[in-house]
């Protein structure tokens, strides 16, 4: 859009200075007649005129006594014929040197062919423009019809090839891709046992996991052309590029076949159609139509395999997910701590790392964290290291470079007064003594009251392993871990002085409770089933968003999430008060060092982790 109002403003200033050029050759014409017509003829009668310079519609006058008069008369009408008309006889005229000459020059040209053809060039340039405009946006091929696709073709060579020594970890996506790879390479080998060879593989898992890169990575093994093209490239302002674009990119697959059509986001096509969310868009369901079309067009042999990414399996249309189309779904993870540690290797390939660094630790310390993620982090940390003026980087830049990747960067512009740091102090304390106290809380790892993010402070709990379940004694503890904050706030300051800092805390807690209770099966009082409707199961149930409980159930489940708060809040208030004394300890120390990692917190604490489980 800003490239639009751009070519719009040098086409108005394109207008505006023809305007003036023309104006220019016009004006300079307009010399004002000293004499009237009727004057040059009564000076002609009195044989007082020598010669008549005609140009046009402008007559220059020589006078006998050597004067030159300027006067007009109308284009198209001869001189004699005017003159006649002022009662001049031919004879009178004969005395006179009428000499006719052409307008001529650069400026009688443009004079003549801007008013023509001034506005016709300016629609083309217009046109030429907006057309150039729309083919930026889809992509940067200049040159090129509107409908034609403008995925990227990409042979992998050599040096920018990627192979799945690249992608670490993703052992059992590899596995299955590998085959893939088969496919591509001997592909006779499979048509010759009649074997049907697939033809599509839709990749799942949420961003920066690495979908693109394992694609990518499947062009490379095989050693085929990749063409690439996102979802979102083929839903565009004209309706039915989408669809044109899609058969120009099979089109180009099946000449340069063996070869890799990657659609990337497929969610933006591929939605469900008919549904009416997010409003049935029309070019999207063309666009969709033609990849399905498409896909059932060629044969299964035909040496093209699609691949699909999608963090939206959940939103397809089923019959992408058909026999015959994307049938192969291979799930792409969050990397465990094992990938993690290999993919930190990757990075730190390339960089000068201080030879204390563990990734080993690090892996520990990201659980979470996606490839895309652990890339960033290392670089962030790279980047840090060099505005330090460090010739290595150490451990230290990558465990500042971990905060600022999960909470955001570092606010220390932002400024407290020293009450409101003391209250964060408290506060983020209470989170951090509490989480200490109880047994099934993940280890405090860093507290701090540096402001970042939305966050006033933070405290990071983490546990040492992936955690892929969590019990229910683990529930109960977070829960009150997510109050602490909110409770030594109104321990230390009163009812009267609880801020309006703990708002997300407490929606945390809500939603621990309610998880716990709903989808769970936590609550004896409720018993071992799940209530209410997840997105998922909306989707899978075509948009029904029905209540799978009644009523009476929804008030024991309100108060059984009550409950569970309150239980939670007087056992963080219990833990707390009999505490008091650490908790002013790491408040001060807060105060003084701003953030304490984790061996420095359990020294200041100095209380064993866990012990205050049965209080
Ligand atoms: P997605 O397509 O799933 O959103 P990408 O493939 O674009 O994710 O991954 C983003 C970046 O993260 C990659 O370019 C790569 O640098 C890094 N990355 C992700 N996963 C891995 C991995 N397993 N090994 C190495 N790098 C990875
Ligand atoms: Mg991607
Ligand atoms: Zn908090």
């Known amino acids: 859009m800003r490239s639009f109002l751009k070519n719009l403003g040098i ?150 090839k990627v192979t799945f020594a690249d992608v670490a970890g993703m052992k059992e996506s590899k596995e299955e891709l590998e085959e893939v790879v088969e496919f591509l390479k001997n592909a006779e080998k499979f048509v010759g046992m009649g074997a049907k060879i697939p033809k599509g593989v839709l990749l799942m898992g949420s961003p920066g996991t690495g979908k693109t890169l394992l694609a990518r990575a499947v062009a490379g093994e095989a050693g085929v052309p990749f063409l690439h093209m996102s979802g979102s490239e083929f839903v565009e302002m004209f309706v039915g590029v989408g669809a044109s674009r899609v058969r120009d990119l099979f089109g180009r697959a099946k000449k340069i076949a063996p070869a890799i059509v990657f659609i990337d986001e497929i969610d933006a096509v591929g939605r469900r159609r008919g549904s009416g969310m997010g409003g049935s868009h029309d070019e999207r369901e063309q666009t969709l139509n033609q990849i399905l079309v498409e896909m059932d067009g060629f044969e299964s042999n035909s040496g093209i395999i699609v691949i699909a990414a999608t963090n939206r399996p959940d939103v397809l249309d089923p019959a992408l997910l058909r026999p015959g189309r994307f049938d192969r779904r291979v799930t792409v993870n969050l990397p465990d701590i094992n990938e993690r540690e290999a993919i930190l290797a990757i990075y730190a390939k390339n960089k000068k790392l201080e030879p204390e660094v563990s990734l080993r630790s690090l892996a520990e310390r990201t659980p979470g964290f996606t490839g895309a993620d652990l890339a960033n982090l290392m670089n962030e940390a790279a980047i840090l290291a060099v505005r330090r003026k460090m010739k290595t980087i150490s451990m230290n830049e ?127 009082l409720l018993g071992p089933r799940t209530f209410g409707t997840r997105e998922d199961l909306v989707y899978l149930g075509q948009g029904v968003t029905e209540k799978d409980y009644s009523e009476k159930t929804m008030e024991v489940i309100d108060s059984e999430v009550a409950r569970l708060i309150n239980d939670a809040r007087a056992r963080a208030a219990r833990l707390l008060e009999n505490h008091r004394d650490a908790l002013d300890r790491i408040t001060e120390a807060l105060l003084k060092e701003e953030t304490i990692e984790e061996a420095r917190f359990v020294e200041i604490v100095a209380i064993e982790k866990g012990s205050g489980a049965q209080e």
């Open 11 to 160: 086409f108005v200033v394109a207008m505006v200075l023809l305007a003036f050029i023309a104006n220019v050759v016009r004006v300079s014409k307009e010399v004002t007649p000293t004499i009237g017509l009727s004057e040059l003829a009564a000076s002609i009668g009195r044989k007082e005129v020598k010669t008549v310079e005609v140009m046009d519609q402008d007559l220059t006058i020589t006078l006998a006594d050597g004067k030159k008069e300027i006067s007009r008369k109308e284009t198209g009408e001869s001189l004699p014929n005017v003159l006649h008309t002022y009662g001049l006889t031919p004879e009178q005229l004969q005395g006179v040197n009428i000499i006719v000459t052409q307008e001529g020059g650069w400026r009688y040209w443009v004079g003549m062919l801007i008013p023509v053809f001034g506005p016709i060039l300016l629609i083309v340039i217009l046109f030429y423009f907006m057309a150039r405009q729309m083919q930026g946006a889809a992509g940067g091929r200049g040159g090129m019809g509107f409908g034609q696709s403008v995925g990227k073709e990409m042979v992998p060579d050599e040096k920018t």
């Open 398 to 524: 990558i465990l500042e470079s971990i905060d600022k990747v999960l909470l955001g960067p570092e606010r220390r512009s932002h400024v407290f007064s020293d009450a409101e740091k003391k209250m964060t102090a408290y506060h983020e304390g209470g989170h951090a003594l509490v989480g200490h106290l109880l047994k099934h809380s993940d280890p405090i790892r860093k507290v701090s009251i540096i402001s970042r993010g939305h966050a006033g402070g933070y405290t990071l709990k983490m546990p040492t392993e992936d955690k892929h379940y969590y019990t229910r004694a683990e529930f109960i503890d977070d829960l009150a871990v997510a109050l602490g904050g909110y409770v030594a706030e109104k321990l230390v300051y009163g009812d009267e002085m609880i801020s309006t800092g703990p708002s997300s805390d407490l929606r945390t807690a809500t939603r621990i409770a309610r998880d716990a209770v709903t989808q769970y099966g936590m609550s004896d």
